[in-house]
């Protein structure tokens, strides 16, 4: 992706509450788009991606995105957050024929009790 | 499997000093790219070897090189360290960029 944007740089939500943490991309060609969390002083763990074919992507720990391709957007949900889910979530996204991926300002999803 | 290990996890270095960062890829694994993680300008692509050769180079200086040997461990290199160097520096290494794995990264601190 030439550009990814995520539209909310922090999500406080209380446990067990649904969350949706949103993506936008912006490109010309065919992409990769994915979601990875990073847990303090971490790399990054890749949660899921979508490649191509199905839309709904499930991913570990309950994650689900859903890419859509008319409003370049690659959202993460999960419809019951746990306090262990805190943690930085970025969406990055990559052309199909390319080798760097662009990543998103990140956000930050904190679960309160 | 062991994952992507980076050597060391934590450096202090002091200004126009060099560095240099090492990454171990999993096993099989032929393309390392390297990325910055700062605060302020977010997860930026330094590059990416593959197979000893560099594929894709990131809008950084001339100062951050790199290089990947015969059994695909990468190295990159900081020369002339300024204070905006100062980030956690992520490898990761992948089949192709729809499989990417990344280590815990080298948290540099330049004073």
């Known amino acids: 992706a030439q550009s990814v944007t995520q539209l909310d740089s922090q999500v406080p939500v209380f446990e067990e509450a649904p969350v949706e943490l949103r993506c936008n991309y912006s490109?010309?060609?065919?992409?990769?788009l994915f979601w990875y969390v990073q847990y303090p002083n971490q790399g990054l763990q890749l949660l899921l991606k979508y490649l191509s074919g199905s839309t709904l992507v499930k991913g570990i720990n309950g994650f689900e995105a859903e890419f859509n391709k008319s409003q370049t957007s690659f959202h993460l949900r999960k419809p019951s957050v746990h306090i262990s889910d805190t943690a930085e979530y970025f969406c990055?996204?990559?052309?199909?024929?390319?080798?760097?991926?662009?990543f998103g300002e990140g956000t930050q999803l904190t679960v309160n009790p | 499997k062991a994952g992507v290990t980076q050597t060391p996890r934590y450096l202090i270095k002091t200004r126009g000093q060099q560095v240099t960062l090492s990454c171990s890829p999993i096993?099989?694994?032929?393309?390392v790219s390297w990325y910055q993680q700062t605060p302020g300008q977010g997860l930026q692509f330094l590059f990416e070897?593959?197979?000893?050769?560099?594929?894709n180079k990131g809008n950084f200086p001339g100062r951050f090189s790199g290089r990947q040997f015969s059994n695909s461990r990468s190295e990159m290199n900081v020369s002339t360290l300024e204070l905006g160097d100062s980030a956690l520096y992520l490898c990761a290494s992948g089949l192709g960029l729809y499989e990417q794995y990344f280590g815990p990264g080298t948290r540099l601190t330049v004073t």
């Open positions: 490109s010309s060609v065919s992409v990769y």
């Open positions: 096993s099989g694994h032929r393309s």
């Open positions: 070897y593959f197979s000893e050769t560099q594929r």
């Open positions: 990055a996204g990559g052309e199909t024929s390319g080798s760097r991926l662009t």
